[in-house]
């Protein structure tokens, strides 16, 4: 097995591991689209213009990687990639409308050009489509892993919702929400992915514990990145999780720091003009921003540490690329 030094010299940029999976990752890109055509003519129009606008196809690239890392990449994992992908898609366009967000992928989200109400349908009949896509697998236990993970997204993202301006929202909270709400699609990429290459239990459950940590952390970058992304870098809104009371973790350890938090509270409760870019520099003074970094950079380290133990190859050298990635992304903020 090589040492962890060897593996660092022979490591993967960001850009060589996407492009090791490429072909891959065109088929799926080409199936995605073509979804659209499997509905109705009078809803084939709206599917095609959300699975159309690309994006990072982050879920795919983590299945595809797990499959070669535990084997060889095959038309199921293909598949795998292109319903988690799916149910992906399907969530943005949920998350919008609970946002009131009008961008997505630089272009009008789907609220935005057409209104709730067919944006909500629109949402449900993808995730209807994912899931009657998943009873292709002759192994039902892929069906069910993936529809449990679709749930867990939804579940989470009725909790976050039920827990909007919530003041006594704790990070315990704040780390179980996001666990089922964006790392679930990241756990199931990585866990099927080795499944379906019948990897080891040992092996699985460390492909899984990888994508539950990468996930996580993922979603503790794209919550800073509220406070100190910018829109044109970004393609999509900003500054929507302190318009509708979602707390996270920047803030909520400004909360429970023990310190005044009067003004924050105030800034919290009463959404005013200015007060996006108050909040920011509350908690940059208050250092929470380069807490919540610290936090998800021990994230990044502990999910790739996961796959210490799993054969190396250029595969698994792409996977180790992916929280890399994301370590000199929260560097860059």
Not at 10 to 22: D, K, P, R, T, Y
Not at 30 to 55: L, M, N, T
Not at 118 to 142: E, P, Q, Y
């Amino acid at each position: 097995m090589p040492t962890s030094t060897t593996r660092h010299s022979e490591s993967l940029s960001f850009a060589e591991a996407f492009e090791l999976i490429n072909p891959h990752l065109y088929t799926v890109e080409e199936r995605i689209r073509a979804q659209a055509k499997s509905f109705d003519p009078a809803v084939e129009g709206y599917v095609s213009y959300i699975c159309g606008a690309g994006g990072k196809r982050l879920r795919p690239a983590l299945a595809l990687l797990s499959a070669g890392a535990t084997g060889k990449i095959t038309p199921g994992h293909v598949d795998l990639a292109v319903i988690l992908e799916l149910i992906h898609i399907a969530t943005l366009v949920h998350d919008d409308i609970i946002d009131g967000a009008e961008l997505r992928r630089d272009q009008p989200s789907a609220n935005a050009k057409w209104g709730n109400s067919i944006s909500v349908l629109l949402g449900d009949v993808l995730f209807a489509h994912a899931l009657k896509l998943s009873t292709n697998f002759s192994n039902s236990d892929i069906c069910r892993r993936i529809a449990d993970a679709a749930s867990e997204v939804c579940s989470g993202e009725i909790i976050q919702t039920q827990r909007r301006f919530d003041l006594k929202l704790t990070t315990a909270d704040y780390y179980r929400i996001i666990e089922m709400k964006t790392a679930a699609l990241f756990t199931a990429a990585c866990e099927l992915g080795a499944f379906i290459s019948e990897a080891s239990p040992a092996v699985i459950g460390s492909f899984r514990t990888f994508g539950t940590k990468l996930g996580v952390a993922y979603q503790i970058y794209d919550d800073i990145l509220d406070f100190a992304g910018n829109e044109e870098e970004t393609g999509k809104t900003l500054g929507t999780d302190l318009q509708k009371g979602k707390f996270t973790l920047p803030v909520l350890l400004m909360l429970q720091s023990g310190k005044d938090v009067s003004t924050l509270r105030d800034i919290l409760l009463n959404d005013e003009p200015g007060s996006s870019s108050a909040l920011t520099a509350i908690l940059q003074e208050a250092g929470t921003i380069d807490n919540a970094k610290a936090i998800a950079n021990r994230l990044i380290t502990e999910a790739v540490a996961q796959l210490d133990g799993v054969q190396d190859n250029r595969y698994a050298r792409g996977l180790r690329a992916i929280p890399e990635h994301l370590h000199s992304l929260l560097k860059g903020l």
